[in-house]
């Protein structure tokens, strides 16, 4: 972090995929934020058209006057110097392309080492979620683009992050530049699962059932998240087979500290809502212990880690199950904890847009320029939606 972060002048934010939903979320957090201010807003089917128009829910805001702008115009505006955070949110496969000539572009202006210390990149696809091309390749079925990048990358949710990104990192060698935020059932399963792990309670088998609304598929209309096809149903799919179950073998199994993957086992659902995910985890506790000393030690370990990294956990444990209603708008976890001998359920819920994407994406920009962790993201939940 550099001395210009440090003062209250605004970061000029990019943010690219500029008309999916979460490119939406993120202009409505960014609208409400202290110091990122959306200036450019990349769409590669509406450049020049006016941002409130694709979301009108955002009229009456410091987004009135801005018009979505061509890749090209966007990456020049990358290149100019000084401060700058950069959203990708585009689908899987073009972040990584995109980053390529992102990096490039500022490589050729001269905006490179110490030069560009203020300058850092959220990705919110699936580009850089794994340190290694291989395994991306794998589970996405095509080479990744960007290889040499990767290690420029860290993914994890910002709560589980062992340092302060914005200066030094008590675990790494080196703090990151830049982050991925992870996916939004990878999100909600881990932080289910991480303080169980990271305090050694249970045995290494997690089972996971999740129901994610709607919003989660993006805005391009598929047979199977039609309408008419899933709003008054639930069902689900690629069981054992989703792109998120590898994702929380690696983040959760972080937690345990002695490098061997979990046993993760995961059945994702849509569900008949628009926002939302509902995950419900099974664990083995390794001695008896009461839900409530559960609670209590998860919390403390929150409250801890925020002392100790200066961030600020959204994560919140009680015996109560939670609602999505508690959530939804927010960029809070909420998990409920019960336990019977040895066995152990946790329910966890989020808002897939928020905090499974925009949200901890604002979370990690606000940790990469040395901000609050809170900042413009201490939003009331809507209670009914
Ligand atoms: N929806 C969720 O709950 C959620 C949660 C976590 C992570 N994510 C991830 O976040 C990213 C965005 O998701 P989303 O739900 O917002 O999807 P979306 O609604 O489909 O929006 C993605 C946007 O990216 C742009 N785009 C499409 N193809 C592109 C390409 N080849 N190159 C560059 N831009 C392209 C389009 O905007 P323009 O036409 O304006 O360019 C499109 O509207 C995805 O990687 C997704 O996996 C989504």
Known sequence: MTSDATRDAPIVTAVHGGSGYVAGELLRLLALHPRFVATHVASTSQ????????FPHLAGTSLDALRFASEEAVLDACTR?????????????????????????????????????????VDLSADFRFPDAAQWASIYGKPHAAPELLPRFTCTVPEHFDGDAATASSSSAAPPRHAAQPGCFTTAATCAAWPFFKLGLVESDVFVSAITGSSGSGRTPAANTHHPERHATLYAYNALSHRHEPEMRRLIGAASGDGRAPDVEFVPHSGPFVRGIHATLRMTLRREIAAEALVAQVNELHQQRARTTGGRSFVLASTSAPKLTEVVGTNKVRLGIATRGRTLVVTSVIDNLTKGAAGGAVQWMNRLFGLPDGAGLELPGLGWY
Do not use: I
């Open 81 to 121: 110097g000084g401060p700058l955070a950069v959203f990708l949110a585009t689908p899987h496969g073009s972040a990584a392309p995109l980053a390529k000539r992102l990096f490039a572009a500022r490589a050729a202006a001269g905006l490179e080492g110490a030069g560009s210390r203020d300058f850092h990149v």
């Open 47 to 54: 450049p020049g058209e006016s941002v409130v128009a694709t």
